[in-house]
Structure formats: C-alpha cells, structure tokens
C-alpha cells in the first residue's frame, strides 16, 4: 500500500472540514437534542445517497458482507454518539472520541489487515491524537466519567467502522458505490427506530429541521465517501488520523461562528495537529 500522496492528503484534510461542519451545524442545531439533530444528518444522508445511487455501479458481491456489518456497527455508533453528547459536553466527548479512535484503528489495523506503519507515520499519528484530545480537557471543570466512558466506547465504535468500510471499499472495486450504498442502508434502521422510540414527535422534528438535515447529510456524505476513497490508496491508519483534523476545524468553526474562543491550550493542541500531519508526509 502506497504512502499518503499530496493530493490524498488535501484530499482528507477537505473531508475533515466537512464533517466539521456537519457537526457545527448540530452543535448549533435550536432544538437541542443530540438524538433527534444526529438522527436528521442521518435521514439526510440517506436522501443524498439515494439520489446517487442510479449513477454509481453496482459494488462488488464481496463487499456486501461489509455493508452489512458495517451497518450494525454504525447503529451503534449512533448510540453512544447521543449518549456522550448527552452525558458531556460536545467540546469534550468530540475532541475525546475522535482523538482517540485512530490509536485503535492503528492498532487494529496492524493486527487484522498488517498495516505497519513507518516511523514517521507512527509519529504523526501520536502528535495529532494529542493535540486532538488536549483539546477535549481545555476547559477545567469537572466531567462525569459517564461522559468519558460513552466517548471512548464511541472511540472503539468508529475504529471497528473504520476498518470495516477500508476493507469493504477495497472489495467493491469501486469507493463511490459502496459508501453511497453503505450510506443508503445503514441510516434506514437508525430512522425506524427513532421514530419507534420517540412517535409522532420524532416526525414532526425532522420534517422541522428537513433543511438542516439535508446540509449536514450532504457534507457528512461527501466526507465519508472523500475518507474511504482514500483508504483504497493510502494505509488506513495513517488516512484515520489524518481525516480528525476536523477537531481543528470544529475549534476554529467554534470559536469564528459559535464565539467559543480559542485560547492558547487551543492553540497548543492545534500546533501539534499540524506537526503530525506534517510528520505523515516526511
């Protein structure tokens, strides 16, 4: 497997943007419930998909074994996304599970697809979850543990994902088809069981905020389908940690559009982003 590319890396850097920005749009959602606002980036996700789907091939019958896996692993990742949001801070439970993900996609990856990374991958990896996670303990007060807990089993969730999809997208032949079908089929249970759990309520709030979800879903879309490409060109660890440069992002959206400054901490954690990524293209 080549290393990362220039363009690859622009390439991911821009997708980290974008899931940035899904995410901004639900931290500055007005209706204040993380269940409801992610399950509305979902059911906009699944609208783009669909209008995609006629103009990508059919993926590779090796690779719906993944798409179904996957599926069952994001329904989870869903889960105890709210769960955090719920329990902690967006500032907190963000930075804290998207820090620590690519350490378990590393790890995992050496183990399950013998991806070892070169010492100056390995490196850019360890600055940049760093800096990612210092910026979850920037402000001092205290958080509950519940908080910490549903964000490292969040962690977990999205390294499983991750690999998951990296080897679905190499199966299939064809990234574009197998994350627009991925994206189709893996939010239709999640929908089901919101509107299930929560009724009439959970209809009338997403048909509210149709707008908002369709936004984020296409930015969360594009995003994803940018990472998996990459991960059929590049190792997958190093693409993981290169794709939370969104943490960044999110900060500097934070403290540009939502006022929540940034401050030296901040800063700090940002520098050793950029020397990470830096470290990865040595």
Known sequence: MPELSLG?????????LLHASWNA???SAPGGDPMLDTASVVAGSSVWALIVLPFVPWPDPAAWKFVALSSTIHFA???????AYRM?????AYPLMRGTAPLIVTVLGIVFLHELPTAHVAVGIVLICAGIVSI?????ERHPPAAAGWAFANAAVIALYTLTDAAGARASGNAASYVTWLIFLEGLPFIAWIVWRRGRSAIDYLGRGW??????GACSLAAYAIVLYAMTRAPVAAVAAL??????????IGAVWLK???????????????????????
Do not use: N, Q
Not at 8 to 16: D, E, H
Not at 136 to 140: D, E, T, W
Not at 211 to 216: K, T, Y
């Open 260 to 282: 929540e400054g940034f401050g030296p901490m901040r800063l700090a954690g940002a520098a050793s982003v950029v020397v990470g990524v830096a470290a990865l293209k040595l």
């Open 88 to 92: 902690g801070d967006l500032s907190f």
């Open 243 to 252: 794709r939370e440069t969104s943490v960044l992002f999110a900060a500097l």
């Open 25 to 27: 749009l639900l931290k």
């Open 77 to 83: 990742y869903y889960i105890t996304l709210a769960h």
């Open 211 to 216: 707008r908002r979800g369709l936004l984020g």
């Open 8 to 16: 690859i890396t622009l390439a991911v850097i821009g997708a980290g």
């Open 136 to 140: 979850a303990f920037i402000r001092r």
